[in-house]
C-alpha cells in the first residue's frame, strides 16, 4: 500500500540555524500538506500547497517557513532560523482529491 | 506561568468491550470529518471519514456517528482489541471557498485497552 514516507526520523539542530525536512508524498496526490504537533498537544496546520504554489498558510508559518516541491516527488519544508519553540513533530500529509489526507510517521526536531 | 501541555480524556477499557470516543467541533460550515489513530511515536493514521450529509458511517468494527445540531462527532469501536490503544484525534474540514483541505484536529482522546 503507497504510503507517506519522512526524513530523517529526528533531527537536532542548534537555534538559529537552518533545517530541511523532506516528505515524498504517495505518487498520485496533488495536494500536500505540512502540519506540527508540539509534545503533548493537537496536531496544527502549517501549510497547504497545490499546483506549485502555497494555496493557505496558518498564522504559524510565518518569514521563517518555506515549503517546495524541488522535483516530480519530494516535498520539503525549510525553516531558516530555528527558535527553541520550533521543536515539534512535523508531519506531511497529501491527498489525491479526494478529501483523505495521508499522513507520514513525522519528523522529530529538537531545537537546543 | 509555563504551559506543559493540554491534558488529555482518557478512556480505559477492558478488551472485548465496546469503546465510545467523543468529538465536540465548533465550525457549523465544516462539511467533512475524519477520526485518526495515532499511535507513539508515529503519524496519525485514518480510521474513518464521514460527511456532513449523513449522520452515521459503518467500517470495520468502527462506526462513526455524526450529529450536527449540536456538532458532535463519535467513533464507536466494537470488540476493542488491545491494538487498539492509542490517542484519536477527530478532525474536520470546510470544503470549498478557499480551503483547500486544511484540517483542523481536535484535543484527541487517550484509549487504554486492558486485557
Known amino acids: 500500500e503507497p504510503e507517506v514516507t519522512q526524513t530523517p526520523s529526528h533531527q537536532v539542530t542548534q537555534m538559529g540555524q537552518e533545517v530541511i525536512l523532506r516528505c515524498v508524498p504517495i505518487?498520485?496526490?496533488?495536494?500536500f500538506y505540512w502540519y506540527r504537533q508540539i509534545l503533548g498537544q493537537k496536531v496544527e496546520f502549517l501549510v497547504s500547497f497545490y499546483n506549485n504554489e502555497i494555496s493557505e498558510k496558518s498564522e504559524i508559518f510565518d518569514d521563517q517557513f518555506s515549503v517546495e516541491r524541488p522535483d516530480g516527488s519530494n516535498f520539503t519544508l525549510k525553516i531558516r532560523s530555528t527558535k527553541l519553540e520550533d521543536s515539534a513533530m512535523y508531519f506531511c500529509?497529501?491527498?489525491?482529491?479526494?478529501?483523505?489526507?495521508?499522513f507520514g510517521p513525522g519528523t522529530r526536531l529538537t531545537v537546543l | 506561568g509555563e504551559s506543559v501541555g493540554l491534558h488529555l480524556p482518557t478512556l480505559s477499557v477492558q478488551e472485548g468491550d465496546n469503546s465510545i470516543i467523543n468529538c465536540a467541533y465548533s465550525?457549523?460550515?465544516?462539511?467533512?470529518f475524519i477520526w485518526y489513530k495515532q499511535e507513539s511515536g508515529k503519524g496519525p493514521q485514518f480510521i474513518i471519514d464521514?460527511?456532513?450529509?449523513?449522520d452515521k458511517r459503518q467500517g470495520q468494527r468502527v462506526t462513526v456517528l455524526l450529529n450536527k445540531t449540536v456538532k458532535h462527532l463519535s467513533l464507536q469501536i466494537a470488540a476493542t482489541q488491545p491494538g487498539d490503544s492509542a490517542v484519536y484525534f477527530c478532525a474536520e474540514n470546510r470544503a470549498g471557498g478557499t480551503s483547500y483541505g486544511k484540517l483542523t484536529f481536535g484535543q484527541g482522546t487517550i484509549l487504554t485497552v486492558h486485557p
Open positions: 465550525n457549523s460550515a465544516s462539511d467533512y
Open positions: 500529509a497529501s491527498k489525491e482529491g479526494t478529501d483523505t489526507q495521508y
Open positions: 505518487s498520485n496526490h496533488l495536494y
Open positions: 464521514i460527511r456532513s450529509n449523513m
